[in-house]
């Protein structure tokens, strides 16, 4: 514990922009490159990893506002591009990151999707669980330490800004001999070998006043571009990829490179045992790393990237190019739309949650589970009976109608029966301020009589064990999570043998009848995992550093009420911490505004 505090000061002590002396290893001779503000990756800090040698602080600033694209559409951008500038950094050093926010009458807040945070649970970026959302016009400033290597990226909390341009990649590197699977590739060039997919909107989410859940992507990208991102490579070698879905809606992304098989080595960042791939498959907020040798005929091949689920038919393409090939007639053939060899064939991919984690993970002794049942339910709710206080997803200080929820007609995903309330104040800092009445407690929530409440896991042992299942009584839809601080050990996922619908009653009996498999010894090592339709995941945490950790499906339903958790390890925060982060006085609840 201890220890835990003396990390929190320290951060603190950056943030405050004092002279702390991680301040000192900040390099001078490079810093002219700072001032390059139109792509501010700082670039003294992406260089290659060595030994011994001491962290750097990595300081960005990031302005996140509305633009004008080339072709007239409206994103939001940092720094006046989506994505927004890549994050490359060395394992170990102190990431700065100077959020001002632009978004006229918005509120934001950025996180850093799969960093855990360790010492710093006030820089995961949830609006009202972690921090104070960042007004219009203010700014706010995210510190923390790169503890663990691996391909990770930052969004918008809010779905919204996400799907309209706020996210980027972060890349934390590690000395080459430290890499699990060096020996399997030639090349890891960060900076070029990234693919970063989104999915592109006819509409800015954020500012559109109506119902969003009806509204489709109308592309989809890499790096932000739909056919012309390049991967250049030499034939011969083999090359480290690094692929990331950052959609924020219920799209998976299936990815093909024309006659070159893959070989998978990391999910979420953290390394697997190498499995060869022709097609690999991410769901939102996952990240894979995959080895492509270019052992073909020397020429250009596609990268085809389909997405499914919420963006069904769109689709983008990238190019692998080896050296001196003239890619023009590439671009005059274009792409077969179906590749015969192989076809898209998702149900052969490679997904995460399949792969298994290098090393054997610690096994201990199997705790009690928690359940958490999710399931959509068509809800009759009166307006006026919902709670507008905070709604994360929907943009708090938009002028929001609550007509627009499709509640009635599509219903709402929850958690063992209840919608997710955010807290009426950031509940890891003002805890003793979290209004009791609002919160219930997972397990007992049929206590709270409410329909909403800010659902709380407090852990009691050393492990904790969480059922996922998704019931499927009125949906046949997957939902993904994403779990904030800390990597959860996935030691079973699967769907009712008879693909029926699952109640707590139905999953205990598969269980004690031997049909939940669980892979306890090299279970996947992941941040974001799919529960399946009709299907369940189990996964195990330590919950070992303390903070608010939201566990919270992202996908659930854009323009409704969230569906999440959160798992709260305690963690006392200094009072000079506190203190020194901006107050949510600001702060109006929409119902007020509309008056
Ligand atoms: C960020 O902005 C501050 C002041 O606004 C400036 O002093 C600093 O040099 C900037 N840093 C970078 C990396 O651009
Ligand atoms: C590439 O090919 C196109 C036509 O196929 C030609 O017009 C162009 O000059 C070539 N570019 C180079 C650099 O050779
Ligand atoms: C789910 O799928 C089953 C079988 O295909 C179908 O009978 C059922 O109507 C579907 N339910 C919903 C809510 O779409």
Same mark, same amino acid.
Not at 265 to 275: F, H, N, Q, R
Not at 279 to 282: A, G, H
Not at 515 to 529: C, G, S, W, Y
């Given at each position: 514990?201890?220890l835990?505090?003396?990390? =929190?000061?320290?951060?603190?002590?950056?943030?405050?922009?004092?002279?702390?002396s991680?301040?000192?290893y900040?390099?001078?001779?490079?810093?002219?490159l700072?001032?390059d503000?139109?792509?501010?990756a700082d670039?003294?800090?992406n260089r290659?990893?060595?030994?011994?040698?001491?962290?750097?602080?990595c300081h960005?600033?990031?302005?996140?506002?509305?633009?004008v694209?080339?072709?007239?559409?409206?994103?939001?951008?940092?720094?006046?591009i989506t994505?927004?500038?890549p994050?490359?950094?060395?394992?170990?050093?102190?990431?700065v990151?100077?959020?001002?926010?632009?978004?006229p009458d918005?509120?934001?807040t /950025?996180?850093?999707? &799969?960093?855990?945070?360790?010492g710093?649970?006030h820089?995961?970026?949830?609006?009202m669980?972690?921090?104070?959302?960042i007004a219009y016009?203010?700014?706010y400033?995210y510190?923390f330490?790169?503890?663990?290597?691996?391909t990770?990226?930052y969004?918008?909390?809010?779905v919204?800004h996400?799907?309209?341009? =706020?996210?980027?990649s972060?890349?934390?590197?590690?000395?080459?001999?430290q890499?699990?699977?060096?020996?399997?590739?030639?090349?890891?060039r960060?900076d070029?070998?990234?693919?970063?997919i989104a999915a592109?909107?006819?509409?800015?989410?954020?500012?559109y006043l109506?119902?969003?859940?009806?509204i489709?992507?109308d592309a989809?990208?890499?790096?932000?571009?739909?056919?012309?991102f390049k991967?250049?490579?030499?034939?011969?070698?083999?090359?480290?990829l690094?692929?990331?879905?950052? @959609?924020?809606?219920?799209?998976?992304v299936?990815i093909?490179?024309?006659q070159?098989?893959?070989?998978v @080595?990391?999910?979420? &960042?953290?390394?697997?045992?190498?499995?060869p791939?022709r097609?690999?498959?991410?769901y939102? &907020?996952?990240?894979m790393?995959?080895?492509?040798?270019?052992s073909?005929e020397?020429?250009g091949y596609w990268?085809?990237?389909?997405a499914g689920?919420?963006c069904?038919g769109?689709s983008?393409?990238?190019?692998l190019?080896?050296?001196g090939f003239?890619y023009?007639?590439?671009?005059?053939q274009?792409?077969?739309?179906?590749d015969?060899?192989n076809g898209?064939?998702?149900?052969?991919?490679?997904?995460?949650?399949m792969?298994?984690?290098l090393?054997?993970v610690?096994?201990?002794?199997?705790? $009690?589970?928690?359940?958490l049942g999710?399931?959509?339910?068509k809800?009759n709710?009166?307006?006026?009976?919902?709670d507008f206080?905070?709604i994360?997803?929907?943009i708090?200080k938009?002028v929001?109608y609550?007509a627009?929820f499709?509640?009635?007609?599509s219903?709402v995903?929850?958690?063992?029966?209840?919608?997710?309330?955010?807290?009426?104040?950031?509940?890891?800092?003002y805890?003793?301020?979290?209004?009791g009445?609002f919160?219930c407690?997972?397990?007992?929530?049929s206590?709270n009589?409410?329909?909403q409440c800010v659902m709380v896991?407090?852990?009691?042992?050393n492990?904790?064990?969480?059922?996922l299942?998704? $019931?499927?009584?009125?949906?046949? $839809?997957s939902y993904?999570?994403?779990?904030?601080g800390y990597?959860?050990?996935?030691v079973?996922?699967?769907?009712?043998?008879?693909?029926?619908?699952?109640s707590?009653?139905?999953?205990?009996?598969?269980n004690?009848?031997g049909?939940?498999?669980?892979?306890?010894?090299?279970?996947?090592?992941?941040?974001?995992?799919v529960?399946?339709k009709?299907g369940?995941?189990v =996964?195990?945490?330590?919950?070992d550093?303390?903070?608010s950790w939201l566990?919270e499906?992202r996908?659930?339903g854009?323009?409704?009420?969230?569906?999440a /958790?959160i798992?709260n =390890?305690?963690q006392k925060?200094?009072?000079?911490?506190v203190?020194?982060?901006a107050k949510c006085?600001?702060y109006?609840?929409?119902?007020?505004?509309l008056?």
């Open positions: 514990m201890k835990l505090v003396c990390c =929190v000061l320290l951060i603190a002590n950056i943030s405050d922009n004092s002279k702390a991680l301040e000192s900040t390099p001078t001779s490079t810093n002219i700072f001032e503000i139109t792509r501010n670039k003294s800090c290659p990893c060595k030994f011994n040698v001491k962290p750097r602080r960005y600033n990031f302005t996140v506002e509305p633009i694209g080339d072709n007239d559409k409206i994103a939001i951008s940092v720094n006046g994505p927004g500038p994050i490359n950094v060395c394992v170990n050093d102190v990431i990151v100077e959020v001002k926010n632009k978004i918005q509120d934001l /950025i996180h850093w999707h &799969g960093v855990n945070q360790m710093t649970p820089m995961d970026g949830v609006p669980v972690t921090q104070c959302p016009g203010t700014s400033k510190a330490i790169a503890s663990s290597p691996g990770f990226f969004h918008a909390d809010s919204s996400q799907s309209d341009g =706020v996210y980027g972060l890349i934390v590197n590690q000395p080459q001999p890499e699990a699977h060096a020996a399997l590739y030639d090349y890891d960060s070029e070998g990234t693919l970063l592109q909107f006819p509409t800015l989410l954020s500012a109506e119902d969003v859940a009806h489709q992507p989809l990208t890499v790096n932000g571009d739909d056919e012309n991967v250049f490579v030499l034939q011969g070698y083999a090359y480290r690094r692929l990331i879905n950052a @959609i924020a809606i219920e799209c998976p299936i093909q490179i024309e070159h098989e893959m070989v @080595i990391a999910t979420d &960042g953290k390394p697997v045992k190498p499995l791939a097609t690999v498959k991410l939102p &907020g996952e990240r790393d995959v080895v492509v040798r270019a073909q020397s020429g990268i085809k990237v389909n689920g919420a069904a769109v983008a393409n990238a190019m190019l080896y050296s003239n023009t007639s590439m671009l005059q274009g792409v077969n739309e179906v015969h060899e898209l064939d998702s149900d052969s991919a490679v997904y995460g949650q792969l298994e984690s090393q054997e610690s096994q201990d002794a199997p705790p $009690e589970p928690v359940y999710i399931n959509r339910k809800w709710i009166k307006e006026k009976d919902i206080r905070y994360s997803d929907a708090p938009k929001y609550p627009s499709g509640l009635k007609s219903g995903v929850q958690i063992n029966g209840k919608s997710f309330l955010y807290p009426n104040t950031p509940m890891l800092l805890p003793q301020d979290v209004k009445d919160i407690k997972v397990g007992e929530e206590e009589p409410e329909p896991l407090e852990p009691k042992e492990v904790l064990e969480l059922v299942v998704n $019931e499927g009584f009125e949906s046949n $839809e993904t999570f994403h779990m904030h990597t959860m050990q996935v079973s996922s699967g769907r009712h043998p008879q693909g029926k619908p699952m707590k009653e139905e999953f205990e009996k598969l004690q009848g049909a939940v498999f669980r892979n306890l010894k090299h279970a996947p090592l992941k941040d974001t995992i529960v399946p009709k369940y995941a =996964v195990r945490i330590k919950p550093h303390g903070g566990l499906c996908s659930c854009l323009s409704s009420l969230p569906a /958790i798992i =390890v305690p925060m200094p009072k000079s911490v203190r020194s982060l006085g600001n109006r609840p929409p119902d007020v505004l008056n």
